[in-house]
Nanobody, 124 residues
Framework: VQLQASGGGLVQAGGSLRLSCASSGGTFSRYDTGWFRQAPGKEREFVAAISWSGGSTYYLDRVKGRFTISRDNAKNTVYLQMNSLKPEDTAVYYC??????????????????WGQGTQVTVSS
């Protein structure tokens, strides 16, 4: 399974971006999927996750109400809609997929496949 993250860019504070995580190969529609981010000099942190069916979603407290994770299994794609962006949201964003439904959605160890990352820069 290969994951391709896209949609990053430069945006002013208060703006919006929509990230996409597209998969080629495997049965992505059956995988729990998450977004993580890593800012320069900081550890990777969980941002949001969605169950394979789309029935359950999970968020970092700091992004609740601003970010929305969703998926379109017919297109093998997971989205992260990011609104009201803040400079502290600046990071490389990675999508990840879990094939065996193990572990906590909030921990990177759960996920078996990772995309290459897309840069999000929010200017003040």
């Amino acid at each position: 399974v290969q994951l391709q993250a896209s949609g990053g860019g430069l945006v002013q504070a208060g703006g919006s971006l929509r990230l996409s995580c597209a998969s080629s190969g495997g049965t992505f529609s059956r995988y729990d999927t998450g977004w993580f981010r890593q800012a320069p000099g900081k550890e990777r942190e969980f941002v949001a996750a969605i169950s394979w069916s789309g029935g359950s979603t999970y968020y970092l407290d700091r992004v609740k109400g601003r970010f929305t994770i969703s998926r379109d299994n017919a297109k093998n794609t997971v989205y992260l809609q990011m609104n009201s962006l803040k400079p502290e949201d600046t990071a490389v964003y990675y999508c990840a997929a879990d094939r065996d439904y193990s572990g906590s959605y909030y921990h990177g160890d759960k996920y078996d496949y990772w995309g290459q990352g897309t840069q999000v820069t929010v200017s003040s």
